[in-house]
């Protein structure tokens, strides 16, 4: 993944993803999703956690920190682990245009272009935020699993690791916002 311009703003994205997303109003308008938010990695995972305790009331349980050895001799010891790569979750609104808009330099929304427009900055990115389902540390969500069954309890867990912005300045011809 690299660094580079999406439609308007700088972004990680890949060669053959989507960069943005450009929306013709019925009013003439159009909107600029410009700016890809990637979550860089994704796993999610159930498991047998049949050996470790749990808190109904919760809904939670304990695990050893691994999908391993979370079992007994008389579970069925197993082990679901999806792994999905960088993908865009969604894109960020980086510019609204009026239909009368004319870019007069050829150079971006500037205050000297005729028309009006609104434009949306944003922060750069807060690379690799790390997040999981259930956020306690050595807990899974639990899952009794089959009642037919001894032993069948399941972990569960879901983490990922994604690029997160905040906005930063808001444009409005020929208004200029600070966001704080």
């Known amino acids: 993944m690299e660094y580079r311009n999406s439609l308007e703003e700088k ?10 997303v450009k929306v013709l109003q019925t009013d003439g308008s159009t909107y600029n999703y410009g700016l890809a938010v990637y979550n860089n990695s994704k796993i ?3 498991f047998d956690n049949s050996v470790n305790t749990f808190d109904n009331r919760k809904g939670l349980a304990n ?3 691994t999908l391993n050895n979370n079992n007994t001799n008389s579970s069925d010891k197993s082990i679901n682990k999806i792994t999905t790569g960088g993908y865009a979750h969604s894109y960020l609104l980086t510019s609204v245009i009026s239909s009368d808009y004319e870019d007069i330099d050829n150079n971006g929304l500037t205050t000297n272009d005729l028309g009006s427009y ?13 997040w ?3 956020f306690e540390k050595n807990k899974v969500s639990h899952n009794n699993g089959l009642f ?33």
Do not use: C
């Open 118 to 130: 609104t434009k949306f900055e944003y922060n750069d990115p807060i690379k690799d935020y790390k």
């Open 44 to 46: 999610e995972a159930t």
């Open 63 to 65: 695990y050893n920190g």
């Open 148 to 180: 037919s069954k001894i032993m069948t309890k399941k972990g569960i867990i879901f983490m990922e690791q994604k690029n997160s912005f905040m906005l930063k300045e808001l444009l409005l011809k020929p208004t200029l916002l600070f966001l704080i």
């Open 11 to 20: 972004t990680f994205i890949k060669d053959h993803h989507t960069a943005g």
């Open 132 to 134: 999981r389902v259930p």
